[in-house]
């Protein structure tokens, strides 16, 4: 009944922007915390993002001063907005929906870089 849906994701080059969305439905209580994970082709996945119901976030070092987190509370919907990417930010992006002990992942959206 809980789906998280990615969007956004797609083909750009080195320096440019992208700005991925995950909206969630049949989540009826509050969302404590999002963030995005990316994993690239042969790599574990990692955390890119975070921000909490409050507002509060954390970056990744490799990303931190070029991407930003944010969240609609009313649309249960978060939003990564990438600037000045690099062929290193190439991967699969996901979502990740907290609510109380239960996790809540998107099926992911594929972004590439080329240089």
């Known amino acids: 009944q809980v789906h998280l849906v990615e969007s956004g994701g797609g083909l750009v080059q080195a320096g440019g922007s992208l700005r991925l969305s995950c909206a969630a439905s049949g989540i009826s209580y509050g969302i404590n915390a999002m963030a995005w994970y990316r994993q690239a082709p042969g790599q574990q996945r990692e955390l890119v993002a975070d921000?909490?119901?409050?507002?509060?976030?954390n970056y990744a070092d490799s990303v931190k001063g070029r991407f930003t987190i944010s969240r609609d509370n009313a649309k249960n919907t978060v939003y990564l907005q990438m600037n000045s990417l690099k062929p290193e930010d190439t991967a699969v992006y996901y979502c990740?929906?907290?609510?109380?002990?239960?996790?809540?992942w998107g099926k992911g959206t594929l972004v590439t870089v080329s240089s």
């Open positions: 921000i909490t119901s409050s507002g509060s976030t």
């Open positions: 990740r929906f907290k609510v109380v002990f239960t996790y809540y």
